[in-house]
């Protein structure tokens, strides 16, 4: 069945730097959504990428999307406090109506 | 516009007893998911609704699990009966379409169930 994993686990920054988090899928995807847990909530849909090699941006947020439709990155420029969470990746392989998600990864920013 | 309604939002049994779950998503989304998530760990499908019929239901552990959802709107996710390990947080999400190109899916608070 699809694999979707992601890294790091975790990851510690102090406010300011930079923080990114990896996607990889076993099999090539038709999208992939990324989504936002702050502790003690629930996923929050972030963005969705479709096209090969797409690039998105949100203010401090890029999303990329590789160009074999098989990994994806979330890159956040200056961690801010309300960062704080865990992101996770869901890909949607072709033919499936339903996303399978990664692990997430722990954005833990220190002030 | 009000998101996904779930209740309760914290459930405590003893093992081998029932617990059921109930889910109303957002209106005119015919898509529903029930997911489990353990902690540390992405959320697992368990079951997806289009409208009233099940699809995608081939993680539903269906020995104990049970899942309806009669007239296309609300559902109800149940276990009968519980054991230790089906301790976790129960999600319901719901989005327009699930064949549609663009699904984004909105998740709502969960159920943390305990069981002891």
């Given at each position: 069945g699809q694999q979707v994993m992601q890294i790091p686990q975790y990851q510690h920054v102090q406010e300011g730097e930079d923080f990114t988090t990896y996607c990889n899928s076993s099999t090539t995807l038709s999208n992939i959504q990324w989504y936002k847990q702050r502790p003690g909530g629930h996923p929050v849909f972030l963005i969705q990428l479709v096209k090969s090699g797409e690039v998105k941006k949100q203010k401090r947020l890029t999303f990329q999307f590789g160009e074999a439709k098989k990994n994806s990155s979330l890159h956040i420029t200056?961690?801010?406090?309300?960062?704080?969470g865990t992101y996770f990746c869901a890909g949607r392989a072709g033919g499936s109506y339903i996303p399978t998600f990664g692990r997430g990864t722990s954005l833990i920013v220190h002030p | 516009e009000a998101g996904v309604v779930q209740s309760p939002r914290y459930k405590i049994i003893e093992k081998k007893q029932p617990v059921a779950f109930w889910c109303n998503p957002i209106s005119g989304h015919n898509t529903l998911y029930w997911y489990l998530q353990n902690l540390g760990q992405g959320p697992e499908l368990l079951i997806r609704y289009e409208n009233e019929e099940a699809v995608?239901?081939?993680?539903?552990?269906?020995d104990r699990f049970s899942a309806e959802r009669l007239k296309g709107v609300d559902s109800t996710l149940k276990i009968?009966?519980?054991?230790?390990?089906?301790s976790a947080v129960y999600l319901c999400a719901s989005s327009?379409?699930?064949?549609?190109d663009y699904n984004e899916q909105f998740f709502g608070p969960g159920t943390r169930l305990t069981v002891l």
């Open positions: 200056a961690t801010q406090t309300t960062d704080v | 995608d239901d081939s993680q539903l552990p269906k009968q009966p519980a054991e230790l390990g089906d327009l379409e699930a064949g549609t």
